[in-house]
């Protein structure tokens, strides 16, 4: 063992200590040992002590591992080869013991035993192996029904919320759409064909519970577009005081139904005289402000499916982007044919016109929403836009002289 002095403070307070955990392991296997060497050193100069990049893999894929390497590789010998082995997890994180068991009997076997549950995309990872290990630990993952997920220019794994499993403001089945897609995807997930990453996340509600709107450049959120239901007898009882508001999660111990509900509505839809909620539904946005603070009283419509949005990307190069609104509803049925079809149009405009690492969301940009919409082969609608343009610097195209020649102002 490596004396590690300024590790060794992170092992009191109340929060789990990663370090303690690190020690535990490091007992019975020496790269763990060098990993927390490795990081000592880290925390002494302030700077990394890995190589620059690391390219390795297992046959037939181009994705799922991410190589590294130290460079203290005398000083520290158990890291250094040190690579990450993505594992593709299942919809919602739902795991039997008996699952984690064989995992972890893998990775014990061919790697540190180090894990991450999970990485931000959603992969179970395995932290820590050699280059020998792979193909045998790729192997024993494989034989027991697992995969690996994606890395590099490719599909990234996708991930959703719990959804239906456990929520009732899913208003689709976000576990059942994540699996399809990723068996629907499996070529672009482990063979990298596009310019550059594409990851796509599935939240039940507009709550958004993976964070599908800042960090997939494919954002699928549900939504409904009949009434929000309510029950009458239960908004009674919230404004009586027997209902706690938010499940018990809020800080009020009663509900002010006025003050905390339908004056905070960002449409000024809703109204509550004190006996009846009324909501104006074709004015509500479906913001789940209402029904997240009454779940008892307010349930999401019937008519349900899912709002998809487009582009969000963290700041490199162009600045940091949320997605937007491309298509404001559609039907989210198994085996979501329509949805496949549109992410496989996306990907085809974007590998034909996106340059060397350009986000779909940068290309959409760079190139106008008319172009991608055209593209892909959807119509322009109101709501992808949250203003109309302030400048007059508009593009006209001969189909638009045609069509006013014909007598249309505008071309559909
Ligand atoms: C009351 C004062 C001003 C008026 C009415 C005015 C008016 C305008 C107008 C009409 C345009 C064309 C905008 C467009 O077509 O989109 C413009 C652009 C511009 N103005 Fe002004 N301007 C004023 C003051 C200034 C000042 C003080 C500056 C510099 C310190 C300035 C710098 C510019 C520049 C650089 C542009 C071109 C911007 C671009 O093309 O991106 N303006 N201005
Ligand atoms: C009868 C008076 C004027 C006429 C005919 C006129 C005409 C023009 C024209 C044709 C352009 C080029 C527009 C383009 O290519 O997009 C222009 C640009 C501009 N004009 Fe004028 N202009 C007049 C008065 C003014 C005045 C009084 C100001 C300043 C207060 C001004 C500021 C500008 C600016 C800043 C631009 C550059 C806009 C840009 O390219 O972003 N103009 N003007
Ligand atoms: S995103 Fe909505 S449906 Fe999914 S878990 Fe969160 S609240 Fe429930
Ligand atoms: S969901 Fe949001 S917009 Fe719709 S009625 Fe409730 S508070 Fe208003």
Not at 41 to 70: A, E, M, P, Q
Not at 142 to 157: F, P
Not at 399 to 407: R, T, V
Request: glycine content about 10%.
């Amino acid at each position: 063992m490596h004396k590690t002095p300024l590790l060794d403070k992170l092992e009191s307070g109340p929060w789990p200590s990663f370090i303690k955990d690190l020690k535990r392991v490091a007992k019975r296997k020496k790269s763990v040992a060098d990993l927390l060497g490795v990081l000592e050193r880290s925390y002494k100069d302030k700077i990394t002590h890995w190589k620059h990049g690391g390219i390795v893999g297992v046959l037939g894929y181009g994705s799922g591992i991410i190589g590294r390497y130290t460079d203290l590789p005398e000083e520290f010998p158990g890291v250094e080869h040190f690579h990450t082995v993505r594992v593709n997890q299942p919809s919602g994180w739902f795991y039997t013991t008996k699952a984690l068991r064989e995992l972890c009997d893998i990775w014990d076997e061919h790697g540190s035993s180090l894990l991450n549950v999970h990485g931000s995309t959603g992969d179970m990872i395995f932290l820590g192996t050699t280059t020998d290990q792979l193909e045998p630990c790729f192997a024993k993952l494989t034989a027991k029904g697992w995969d690996l997920g994606g890395s590099g220019s490719a599909m990234r794994s996708p991930s959703c919320c719990v959804g239906m499993a456990r929520c009732e403001w899913s208003c689709y089945d976000t576990m059942d759409l994540c699996y399809e897609a990723t068996q629907h995807f499996q070529f672009e997930m482990h063979r990298p064909s596009f310019p550059y990453k594409f990851k796509i996340k599935c939240s039940g509600c507009p709550n958004d519970c993976v964070a599908a709107v800042a960090r997939a450049d494919m954002s699928v959120i549900g939504v409904w577009k009949d009434d929000i239901r309510i029950d009458k007898a239960a908004v009674k009882a919230y404004a009586g005081g027997e209902l706690k508001p938010r499940g018990g999660g809020s800080p009020y111990a009663k509900l002010d139904i006025k003050a905390d509900v339908t004056d905070l509505c960002p449409t000024a839809c809703m109204n509550y005289d004190g006996k009846t909620l009324k909501i104006d539904n074709k004015n509500c946005n479906h913001c789940m402000h209402c029904i997240s603070l009454m779940p008892m009283a307010l349930r999401p419509g019937t008519a349900t499916g899912a709002t998809l949005l487009l582009g969000s990307h963290a700041p490199i190069l162009e600045g940091a982007q949320m997605s937007w609104v491309i298509v404001p509803f559609m039907e989210m049925e198994h085996p979501y044919d329509e949805f496949k079809e549109l992410v496989g149009n996306i990907t085809e405009w974007w590998s034909e016109h996106g340059k060397n690492r350009e986000r779909v969301g940068e290309l959409m940009l760079r190139l106008g929403m008319r172009e991608f919409l055209k593209g892909v082969g959807l119509e322009p609608v109101p709501q992808t836009v949250k203003t109309p343009r302030a400048n007059p610097f508009f593009f006209w195209h001969q189909e638009d002289f045609d069509a006013e020649a014909k007598g249309r102002k505008y071309i559909k």
